[in-house]
């Protein structure tokens, strides 16, 4: 697997004087960089979404220099703890699983789930309380992204499901619009933007309410780091409370979407 480093130089508003300093602290910043809107990769190379918007806030905070590694999500937690990067700010859901083995700062987003099938599939899938009906899952052929915590949800809750793993949420689309699966799972921020707004996607609609079990989506997404850091877990939460308290962190939302992602209190 060849992994691409991408250089970002950040340089706080209150750190003018460590700009000409060669030895300023550098961090090095795992990311998916396919993950659009949140991380990705333009036309000419260079990185852009939300994740970024948010590292280069921090970055700016804490007079720090990011370098960034693009990663496979799936080898993205082993390669923070391999020590191949400092940092993983890559939309990465704060759950009680991934603590027994990294860290995190609080929340800068929100998680949630939903699941996405064509518009001529009638299903009812959950319940009114929003609780998934399992009888009503089978037949259908379900997409997943590997090791997300969507596959996780449908591993605990829905263990007799019929689903398919995938790389990519580039494959998992296209599996969808051919057929191949009947429904997916996946974040509805991304669907909306990537899928269901565009002409490819205009056949296809939410099937059911948001799921956003706290148990296994967390209270949303974090900065994750190794355990046994506390000094740098206070500076990167620091730095997100002054991006949320500042109108920085809703300006990043606001590029994208026509609402912020964040709850207010997260800044107290």
Known sequence: MRIHSFRLL??????????????????????????????????????????????????????????????????????????????????????????????????????????????????????????????????????????????SWFEAELPDADVVLYDSSESLYLDLQNGRVDIIMTNPMKAHLKFLSKEDGAGFDFKGPVVDEEKYFGIGVGIGLRQGQPELKERLNSALKQLINSGELESYAMKIFPFKLHKDEWGQ
């Open 10 to 151: 950040a340089i706080g508003a209150f750190a003018m004087l460590g700009a000409a300093n060669a030895s300023a602290e550098t961090l090095r910043v795992g990311m998916e960089c396919t993950y659009a809107p949140f991380n990705y990769k333009t036309a000419d190379g260079e990185l852009a979404g939300y994740d970024v918007d948010v590292a280069n806030g921090v970055a700016g905070i804490i007079g720090a220099e990011f370098e960034f590694v693009c990663q496979e999500w799936d080898g993205m937690i082993p390669a923070l703890l391999a020590n191949k990067f400092d940092l993983i700010i890559a939309s990465m859901s704060i759950t009680e699983k991934r603590m027994e083995k990294m860290d995190f700062t609080g929340p800068y987003r929100f998680s949630t789930g939903r699941i996405v099938g064509a518009k001529k599939t009638e299903v009812n899938l959950f319940d009114d309380a929003g609780n998934p009906i399992p009888e009503n899952f089978k037949g259908l052929k379900v997409g997943l992204e590997r090791a997300t915590t969507y596959s």
